[in-house]
């Protein structure tokens, strides 16, 4: 084991990570009232447009006596989201994710303030005026706002900026559904874009301080109580969670395809954006008017659904009118969450099942399809798993659904190339890949790719032996290192000035350069990359790292290419490594010839 071994460490993190985290702690607690100050927002609107009266208790739009009036009211609040879209920000239009994650990856993770601001406000009149959407969404979207805006007046970098406005999210989501777990998963699953310590223990500090908060601001968790199913599931039931979560990935490519259906019509109508969410208001008015449970965010119908003991009238509404004008007025544009609206439906789903699937206690199917709509429509497997058990503190449930989340996590992804999330982005020009992995340059080093076959030159070489040696390159060495009469690098000198010195117009000691960037053989890749990108150099010499003056080869970046196609080649090539032989096979006679397949290196050019 090489000296330098021992010196490469498993993480990157730095001193750092003390002061972000502290920044996530003031932000996790600002962000649990912040969460505290939507939900009061929620009510109000609930309240003056539903009741007529002014108070900030969370209630159910159900009870309202408005009759026929009632259609009017999503109408109302529609006109006035679109005002605020079109001359405050565009940018609270939509679910709030995507938007939280086109901050991220797009404008360095700064967030305008105004935003902290129109946000909650337009979100809270969307949902106060019976908007079928969860408030999660615009809580994540504004507690990262403030996150964001808190980063803002510190000196830090881009990555720093991301790992504050993660951790207003997070902590946003956290206060609300009394979940700091999912929070934080929901976190690294989602927005950070890394498996960092840098990142993830400020975002869990954070998500754990507004938890904390939220205890004294709006109570202890659970936020929908279950009976305790049993621990040990039966085979037979196993196997109908798999089913619950194929059913499940089936109905979550359904909804997101209807979802931007919707969108792509809207944008076919002729007129300005800024009346969509009124007609999205129009169909959420109609849709509550047939079935007034689809109003609002639903959370005491999502209690009764997991409790087990529903009509028959209220699954068929759900997952007829609720998922069609939550649908339908989320592609209208306007602005509100996913979450809440997910779980009812897959309560719904889960009440169908139990009519079906064998008995494993009551409120078992609507549990379980809760969690698998989760995992499937937004491509959150943990999250969803830890968040549904969070929701619930039916710890007995998790194998079971494990089992139906990863199902219908894998049915996603291997019918839709988006998340209802990604989906989005990618409409608007962008690319995100959500598949995360070690970098292959990380674990491969110099020494597995440099060169060395190299023309090296004398430091006092005549100028017909200079000629000659270039000659043998063969064009394909852009980089001669020089070598002193001890043995030593002194230098390196370009192909161009190598012209300059046979036209006689300098001398190799005037072209050489002698301050050279090297690499060391046991270097992973990655760092080699980096060196290449902070000096601007594509070709570096190679010397051992107890005797830097020692060359023993080059390297450039055709070579890093090279290991980038192995890496290819290593994912893409199928072999059959071991083989099982019941029959003998015959043995050939010396005499007959047999095939042999070659395999030559090419010559990696542009050094």
Known sequence: MTKHSNELGDFTTTPRLLTVSLLALGIGAISAFVALGLLKLIGFFTNVFFYQRFATEMVSPIGHHLGYFVVAVPIIGGLIIGLMARYGSERIRGHGIPEAIEAILLNGSRVEPKLAVLKPVSSAISIGTGGPFGAEGPIIMTGGAFGSMAAQFFHLTSAERKTLLVAGAAGGMSATFASPVAAAMLGAELLLFEWKP?????VALASATAAVIRRYLLGLGPLFPVPQHPAVVSPEGLLF???????????SALLTNFVYWSEDNFFKLPIHWMWWPAIGGLLIGLGGLIFPEALGVGYETIGALIQGDVPSRL????????????????GSGTSGGVLAPLLMIGGALGGVETMFFPFEGLG?????SMGAILGGTMRVPFTAVIFVLELTHDFNAFMPLFIAVVTAYAFTVLTMKRSILTEKISRRGFHLSREYAIDPLEILFAREVMRTNVVAIPENIAMEELGRRVEASHGTQHLYPVISRHGDLAGVVTRKDIQRIQERILTLREAMQKKVVTAFPDEPLRLVVYRMAETGLTRMPVVERENPSRLVGMISLADLLRARTRNLEEERHRERVLRLNFIPRKRHSLNKRSAVTVSSGAQTPGL
């Open 198 to 202: 840098r990142s993830l223990v400020p």
């Open 241 to 251: 969670c798999a089913i619950a979560g194929i059913l499940g990935g089936v109905l």
């Open 315 to 330: 699954i068929v509404g759900i997952l007829c009118v609720k998922s069609a004008i939550w649908a339908l007025a989320l």
């Open 364 to 368: 078992f199917w609507p549990l379980i």
